[in-house]
């Protein structure tokens, strides 16, 4: 099972406003997360954006990340222009990943469920879709620029003898510890 719990809560809007949820690590925010949201938000009225918590990022990326713990990177997607509610995603992976997504994602009734091209996860992005009765919105991919590409120079570039970066946040931060954000969106 999984569990949502919102950073910010989206203000109430008039229900003809369609609404497009994407779901992400969203870990070092570069252009190309910006230039995602832009184009999910673009495909509806409001944008509602989860977050991958920190233990299922780290079992999905690898124990080295996330590099920026839960609360910040909800913080910094709430103060974008695109986003207008942020929800973080806590739960095993151990449950069929497209029902327990369905059964996140209902009530929040998505008219568009967005991702972008060659997302490793897009059968059960489309699967998770078409359970909700909602559109997909594939977002091209912006070349050259990922989280994991960033990590990979940074590291490839580093001084000899500089010290290696941090490692991932402190398991308080893992476990989703600490108060919802009450982050202001910069303005539209």
Same mark, same amino acid.
């Given at each position: 099972?999984?569990?949502?719990? =919102? ?15 994407? &779901? ?17 938000? !673009? ?13 299922? &990022? @780290? @079992? ?27 929800? +973080?995603?806590?739960?095993? %992976? +151990?449950?069929?990943?497209?029902? !327990? ?13 967005? %991702? ?14 078409? =359970? ?44 989703? !510890? ?11």
């Amino acid at each position: 099972m999984l569990s949502l719990r =919102w950073h910010q809560t989206p203000t109430a809007e008039p229900a003809r406003e369609a609404v497009v949820v994407a &779901t992400g690590v969203f870990d070092l925010l570069h252009v190309g997360h910006l230039r995602f949201l832009q184009a999910a938000r !673009a495909a509806g009225g409001r944008l509602l954006l989860g977050v991958e918590d920190d233990l299922r &990022t @780290a @079992a999905r990326k690898g124990p080295e990340r996330p590099i920026v713990p839960l609360a910040e990177r909800c913080e910094m997607l709430a103060a974008l222009d695109p986003v207008d509610g942020v929800f +973080s995603i806590s739960g095993s %992976f +151990s449950v069929a990943p497209a029902l !327990a997504y369905v059964e996140l994602l209902r009530p929040l009734a998505p008219a568009v469920l967005a %991702f972008t091209q060659d997302d490793k996860a897009e059968a059960g992005k489309r699967l998770v879709a078409d =359970w909700l009765g909602c559109r997909v919105l594939v977002a091209p991919r912006v070349e050259g620029r990922s989280t994991t590409l960033l990590l990979s120079r940074l590291l490839r570039e580093r001084p000899a003898g500089a010290p290696r970066p941090l490692p991932g946040p402190a398991a308080a931060d893992r476990h989703g !510890a600490g108060a919802a954000l009450g982050a202001r969106r910069l303005s539209r």
